[in-house]
């Protein structure tokens, strides 16, 4: 697998510190965000993963810098971020589609005068594009965690940014929902040009599909490769002892195992990973909860709801989808060209 | 307006209108029912009920502080001081010191208080107590002309926000990393809503003025399933409760507010058990 497809240019994080209300929350961060590369942030709840990806949003102040470089160092212009927050906090009651929602982003006629036909063309090629086609005219406070996320993500990538930001997009999704949602930013990481920060408490997940991981604890406690960070001393001590080896390593090492915990059966997927997951994991106090009941809010209550509806299959018809995207389709002809990629990128 | 009201007595030959006050009245509620109707939208989802009750409340404080700094006009006074008001409960909730909630209530509790210190000194309130019940029969054509220059004014200032202001209600974080100036959104918003209601409150009083505000588009969105319904069920609702309530109010010889406010809350009512029924 191609990590570095396109090594021109990275987003720069130098000694960038936050400071709030008096107390010091991130202290001389340091990392590079590849394009190309899904980069992980790890750590536990608090260690300041969503801060300091308000402070990569410019929401906050911090000190520091944060550039968005080309392979040479020098500076690039503009930043597209693409952003998925780590929860939503509206009214579920609101008489507001998934159509709406998004039409509200992708123009500037007020939705409520009615949506144009080529916005609403648009809309429905982005929800196609994440595997929500069907969603459009769903109220999106009934949206379960699962199709939430979706649809933030369909919202992130346009207009197409040059960081796909997604924090924590697991709460209230199970893991058969969550590989789902990492195979599309997989995909997505292959065929188009963006580098992806992405947070996580999935530690297995975060073994089998992170290019970098970062771990966070107020500053950068390890950095590195899955391998390395998670066999690190600073990786014991903030998941405990013996952590390491409850996550198991990448399929490709150990994938007849991983096919049969990973695999549920196409009815009640949910309650099967649930058990698989148990009696793999002795310690229940060391491998961090997937959705941390913290942030519930409106994706949380869904969580039941999403564990029913969970498809495994539509995995595949959705890689299928993205594929057949007018402007993956230029790029994913001449895959096995890279450079012909990059020039079909542009 | 001579010609407005011969036009009037063409289309709407009716006893009701036969009296040039109620012309007025009917053109007042025309202009102004459908605007709150539009605002109320965002207020219901933006969960605003509260803080647009409060910013009533302020009128008073509003006239009774211009009273002391010998402004000449109460209007002038209270959309001063209405803007000024809301823009401060909007700075005060947008540094997060303390729950929305708890701070408008402070707010309204303050201004009220303020505004009945300085209204009831001597024993003078009574003189006042129309702005809690108002009067829409009291509609002059300058304030007709004021409305119909408001009401557009006020429709293209929505239309333009309204997007920004419908995502930063979803997120407004979400909003800021799309280039959202969140605080100015809701800024502008606030404004909006305080000229809307200070406009209108010296019609329909203190004590209504938020209903009006409120309940359509609550009921509204009891019917609709997306934000275009929303809005468009909402300025029905809105004109309906306007002037089914002003024609009662004539028949019965009562408050026009009242029962302007009475209608839409049987509207919404109503809206409740249709839901239901749908479901
Ligand atoms: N505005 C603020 N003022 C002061 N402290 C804050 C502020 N926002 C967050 N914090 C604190 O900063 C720390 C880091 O918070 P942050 O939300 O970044 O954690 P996180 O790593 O995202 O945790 P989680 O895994 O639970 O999402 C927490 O202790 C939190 O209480
Ligand atoms: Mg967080």
Wanted: net charge neutral.
């Amino acid at each position: 697998m191609p990590l570095h497809r396109c090594a021109l240019c990275h987003i720069d994080l130098d000694q960038v510190s936050v400071r709030r209300g008096g107390q010091l929350l991130l202290q001389d961060v340091s990392m590079h965000i590849h394009c190309g590369q899904l980069t992980v942030l790890i750590g536990q709840n608090g260690a300041g993963k969503t801060t300091l990806i308000r402070a990569l949003l410019g929401e906050i102040p911090h000190g520091g810098a944060i550039r968005h470089v080309d392979s040479a160092g020098r500076d690039l212009a503009h930043l597209t971020t693409g952003y998925v927050p780590q929860h939503l906090s509206f009214d579920p009651e609101m008489p507001l589609t998934v159509t709406d929602f998004l039409a509200s982003a992708f123009s500037r006629r007020p939705v409520w005068t009615g949506i144009r036909k080529s916005v609403r063309a648009r809309v429905a090629e982005a929800l196609a594009d994440v595997n929500a086609a069907g969603l459009g005219d769903t109220p999106l406070g009934r949206c379960s965690g699962g199709e939430l996320q979706r649809v933030l993500l369909a919202l992130a990538l346009h207009p197409a940014p040059d960081l796909l930001v997604l924090d924590e997009p697991v709460s209230g999704v199970d893991r058969n929902g969550l590989k789902m949602f990492l195979d599309t930013v997989t995909h997505l990481k292959e065929t188009r040009h963006m580098a992806i920060l992405l947070v996580s408490h999935d530690l297995r997940l975060v073994r089998e599909y992170a290019d970098h991981v970062v771990l966070l604890d107020k500053n950068v406690l390890a950095q590195g490769q899955p391998e390395a960070v998670f066999s690190s001393p600073a990786f014991e001590s903030v998941f405990g002892t013996g952590a390491e080896k409850t996550v198991p390593p990448r399929p490709d090492v150990l994938l007849p195992e991983m096919l049969l915990t990973d695999t549920p059966p196409a009815h009640g997927g949910a309650a099967h990973v649930h058990t698989a997951r148990e009696s793999e994991a002795p310690q229940p106090d060391v491998l961090l909860p997937e959705a941390p009941s913290a942030h519930g809010d409106a994706a949380h209550t869904h969580a039941a709801r999403e564990g029913e509806k969970s498809r495994p299959a539509a995995g595949l018809s959705r890689i299928a989808r993205i594929t057949s995207s007018p402007r993956s389709k230029a790029s994913a002809a001449p895959a096995a060209d890279p450079g012909a990629e990059k020039e079909a990128d542009r | 307006m001579e010609n407005l009201y011969a036009l009037m007595d063409t289309l709407l030959p009716f006893e009701v209108f036969r009296f040039s006050f109620m012309k007025n009245a009917f053109l007042a509620v025309l202009l102004l029912t459908p605007l709150l109707g539009l605002l109320g939208t965002m207020a219901v989802n933006h969960q605003m009920a509260f803080f647009s009750d409060a910013l009533g409340h302020s009128a008073i404080t509003g006239i009774g502080l211009g009273i002391l700094l010998g402004l000449r006009s109460d209007l002038m006074a209270m959309l001063i001081f209405g803007v000024v008001w809301a823009v401060l409960i909007c700075l005060i909730k947008q540094s997060g010191s303390a729950s929305t909630d708890t701070i408008i209530s402070v707010f309204s509790s303050t201004s009220i208080a303020a505004g009945l210190l300085i209204l009831a000194r001597g024993g003078k309130f009574a003189r006042y107590s129309s702005l809690l019940i108002g009067d829409i029969l009291a509609v002059t054509p300058e304030d007709l002309l004021s409305l119909a220059i408001a009401l557009p004014l006020g429709v293209i200032l929505w239309a333009a926000m309204y997007n920004q202001l419908l995502l930063t209600s979803v997120s407004p974080s979400l909003a800021r990393s799309r280039g959202i100036h969140t605080r100015l959104v809701e800024g502008a918003f606030v404004v909006l809503v305080a000229v809307a209601v200070m406009l209108a409150i010296r019609w329909v009083g203190v004590l209504l003025i938020n209903a009006l505000l409120i309940l359509p588009a609550a009921a509204g969105r009891n019917l609709a399933r997306n934000s275009r319904q929303h809005a468009v069920f909402s300025v029905l609702i809105a004109l309906f409760s306007g002037i089914l309530g002003l024609i009662l109010a004539y028949h019965q010889d009562t408050s026009a507010g009242a029962s302007i406010v009475l209608v839409a809350a049987a509207c919404y009512a109503l809206s409740l058990l249709l839901r239901r029924w749908r479901k």
